[in-house]
Nanobody, 122 residues
Framework: QMQLAESGGGLVQAGGSLRLSCAAS????????MGWFRQAPGKEREFVAG????????HYADSVKDRFTISRDNAKNTASLQMNSLKPEDTAVYYC???????????????WGPGTQVTVSS
């Protein structure tokens, strides 16, 4: 089992930045891909970004490419999502997630945090 806890959500104006963090515990962290999903009101949960266990491979949804950056620190068992140039359509609950495998995908994630709210005002 792996426990995940997000932090760093909040309210920001359009064009601003936020940094989300995810603290992981419970199993070897560096062997697990980490990712971020989000769910807006009335919409399905969607993939945002993923990073491989060693951190050398990243993958982004087209809607956030060039604005968001995912990273991880295996020494601290943390993953982060730097979000720049935020738009009102980025408003959602953001979830940290982990896979048993080392490679990120857009589906089949095994562990989830409780989520953190991000609200972008226009």
């Amino acid at each position: 089992q792996m426990q995940l806890a997000e932090s760093g959500g909040g309210l920001v104006q359009a064009g601003g930045s936020l940094r989300l963090s995810c603290a992981a515990s419970g199993r070897t962290f560096s062997s697990n891909a980490m990712g971020w999903f989000r769910q807006a009101p009335g919409k399905e949960r969607e993939f945002v970004a993923g990073i491989s266990g060693g951190g050398s491979f990243t993958h982004y949804a087209d809607s956030v490419k060039d604005r968001f950056t995912i990273s991880r620190d295996n020494a601290k068992n943390t993953a982060s999502l730097q979000m720049n140039s935020l738009k009102p359509e980025d408003t959602a609950v953001y979830y940290c997630t982990a896979r048993l495998a080392a490679v990120p995908t857009i589906s089949n994630w095994d562990f989830w945090g409780p989520g953190t709210q991000v609200t972008v005002s226009s």
